[in-house]
């Protein structure tokens, strides 16, 4: 792997060379022998005029590939350059699914032109595919698959797949889906099975029984679960009347996987799914400072909070000095188990119906880690300042507050999915707000209440 | 998928139903008509004996598909209970991969016991297993495969296929592996090529060029890469010599995937990758103590920051209230950044190379939201309080505030993975340790400076 990397670098030096020098065709041989997914990588790599550049150099039928395995930047700004001509050519070479993701990012303007310049047959596939939710099951499909009526022989599906291979319009086969005259699903045969069977045998008989379906509507991310649950490499897709529309293959759902589990991430930190470490600077301001206004907005809590005990302040200092401890050590509480809870509701593990047994579970972990912790701030406050109240007032606001970010950091997830809004949205800041403003509420109060017992 | 959802919960109802009532016939006549995968979640979402009751009612082929697809807390509840003699004859229905990971799992004398029980072919298969890195290559491969030797015709390839399917060591074929007679690896072949292909033509003329192997040391996260890049089902394993050891298939690499991911985000919320919605309180509380004592530990710097200006929030007790909001924001503003930058690393888009344009980029953005968030809360507080200076001091100490957290959390993670550490591994409590402390010090300390100039 090592050589590899050593392997791609050395080719990103020698592109540089060969853009400056103007050596177009050492360039193009170059490209013939890699694969597809190493030239977007390099192309990345290189500034936006190169980008063009080299991009203008592939053939249709590789750039249809490379296009597809370029970071989201680069697309954008090769595409911006290119002609409608080479665009709906290179849109043409491409599998259904790819091309309606590629024209869903279109302009309008663009977008239609493409449609309009492809063949009719595709252009009708892909405006079918467009017609489907963005996170469904049909917005990841594609339309080319290899199917079988039932009755038919192992020899005919055999011989349906060769077909197929030769037209090149489809890609990767792994499986033969059998329908019945109406188009409905029957079952799915593996190539392997296809291989292993005798050719005589009808195709009914070789229906891997352990290979479901999935309806057109369903959530993108409940496909990515069966696929990982029952260990898939392509899954047919069919309507509510069990209508066969198309299949879905694992390399589009590992990228549903990382899609998603970005974007949990992302969401959780106050972040926006189409932020990247390669954005513009302008894109990235503009992305996370809603956030940062709406983490200012949930911060005056924390304000009013401590405005309120001023007085209490102001007869004890060392209050403020500890205050931020209570506040962000429960902060990190809930922040722990608000990844676990959000993370595990993303795994498809924790639902409703067990969500009781992880609050119990929580309520525990958080009165457990609330003492420990509590106990042992509160002895050196106390060791440390020789204020007997300092110590107790801490370990009892500890206590609390680590308690309470452990329960907000379940119950904030919760609550979000219940109200069927994302569990991870923003969660972090919602948990954050809450454990500052009740940490600081808990330990100044506290602090308050004592001192006035005590005077 | 909601109707699969529904009869998944009434199978549960039903099979809690039939538990109480001793209907062994039953329950064993439901699990014959239900996938592995499902039997697994019916019985995760048992209490531990109807667990065990269940498990022990599954016939030794079907156990072994079952206890792979259990939650980690429901296997090690069953494997305590499991005689080794039961225990043996699941593992030798076993893949190799998945009889050592599961071996790999056991208390030492239990695996002993296991390894000595199964066949020597399979024993010395896993044991040759055992001995890689659980998160690479080897870790993740298993051994069973298909392969012909080079100068073989692809009838050969396809008789090789049936053979291996009947005999049933092996489970999803998608490749045929072409090795020479040292056997080192010539070149993979899809089974979609070796319908398509003439009988009679070499298997040489057939490798898929397209596909890579992989050294049996590379991470395993650099494996998920290299599927997700090429858009493969299986790849091959070899050694430094080129000589194929085992292969790995899509479906454990969808794990990977799901696995490391979880890793990078529970890291970064300072959990343990063991910690889970569902374990035992007493063992949460053991993962996730030790970083909160961390955390407390980290939190003293902010404590020093502020005990140091004592004297300077006891002449203007107002910026106790506002300085947790200068802190609050800066961490949150780091925490964006850091957790972009983990991802970006993670997903092998950023690298040391490119992570100069990166740190680049996020200076800009740091500086542009410290401005924007510091003029907003400058002016509400200005106005709020009629004081000036909070006004002035607030704005500046943001603007640093929130420009240093973005630093930060694009510096902690390439710090962590410059020391060879992983860049996640409890990064948001440094992030947050740093912002805290920042804040407070460049609030309290410009408005000292400010108090002093004004008297």
């Not at 005798?198 to 409940?222: F, H, L, Y």
């Not at 608000?338 to 969500?355: C, D, K, P």
Request: negative net charge.
């Amino acid at each position: 792997m090592k050589k590899e990397k050593m392997e791609q670098a050395n080719y990103l030096q020698q592109l540089k060379e060969w853009i400056d020098l103007k050596r177009e065709f050492d360039i193009i041989d170059l490209f013939t022998r890699l694969h597809p997914a190493d030239i977007a990588d390099l192309i990345d790599n290189l500034k936006e005029g190169e980008k063009i550049l080299l991009f203008a150099l592939l053939d249709v039928e590789k750039a249809s590939d490379v296009i597809l395995e370029l970071s989201d930047v680069s697309r954008e700004q090769i595409l911006e350059d290119i002609s409608d001509k080479k665009l709906t050519e290179i849109v043409e070479e491409m599998e259904s699914d790819d091309a309606a993701d590629l024209i869903a990012d279109l302009p309008e303007e663009q977008a239609k032109t493409v449609l309009e310049g492809i063949e009719p047959e595709d252009s009708e596939e892909v405006r079918q595919l467009l017609k489907y939710e963005e996170d469904s099951a049909g917005g990841i499909m594609q339309s080319e698959l290899v199917c079988v009526q039932e009755g038919a022989t192992i020899r005919d599906a055999l011989q349906a797949v060769i077909k197929e291979s030769e037209s090149d319009e489809i890609e990767n086969i792994y499986n033969v889906f059998v329908v019945n005259g109406e188009n409905r699903l029957i079952g799915t045969i593996p190539l392997q099975r296809l291989i292993t069977a005798k050719p005589n045998t009808p195709v009914n008989k070789c229906v891997d029984e352990d290979i479901p379906s999935v309806n057109v509507d369903v959530d993108q991310e409940e496909v990515a679960r069966m696929f990982e649950k029952y260990d898939l490499v392509s899954i047919a897709v069919v309507d509510d009347y069990n209508r066969l529309l198309g299949r879905i293959t694992v390399d589009d759902v590992v990228d549903v996987i990382e899609e998603e589990t970005s974007e949990d991430i992302y969401r959780i930190a106050g972040l926006d799914e189409d932020d990247s470490v390669f954005n513009k600077p302008i894109q990235s301001v503009r992305k996370r400072l809603p956030w940062l206004y709406f983490n200012l907005l949930t911060a005056f809590a924390s304000v009013f909070v401590i405005g309120f005990f001023e007085d209490t302040i102001k007869m004890m200092v060392v209050l403020a000095v500890f205050m931020p401890v209570v506040a962000g050590l429960g902060g990190n509480a809930g922040s722990q188990t608000l990844v676990l809870i959000v993370r595990g509701m993303a795994l498809g593990e924790l639902t409703f119906e067990n969500s009781k047994k992880a609050l119990y579970k929580e309520i525990l972990v958080g009165i457990a880690n609330g003492v420990c912790v509590g106990i042992v701030i509160g002895i050196i406050a106390y060791l440390w300042k020789g204020i007997p109240i300092l110590g107790i007032v801490l370990c009892l606001a500890m206590v609390l507050n680590i308690f309470v970010g452990t329960l907000m950091g379940t119950l904030i997830p919760l609550g979000l999915k219940w109200f069927k809004m994302d569990p991870a949205l923003g969660s972090h800041i919602f948990v954050t707000a809450f454990t500052d403003a009740f940490g600081f509420l808990s330990f100044l109060g506290l602090a308050t209440i004592f001192l006035r017992l005590l005077t």
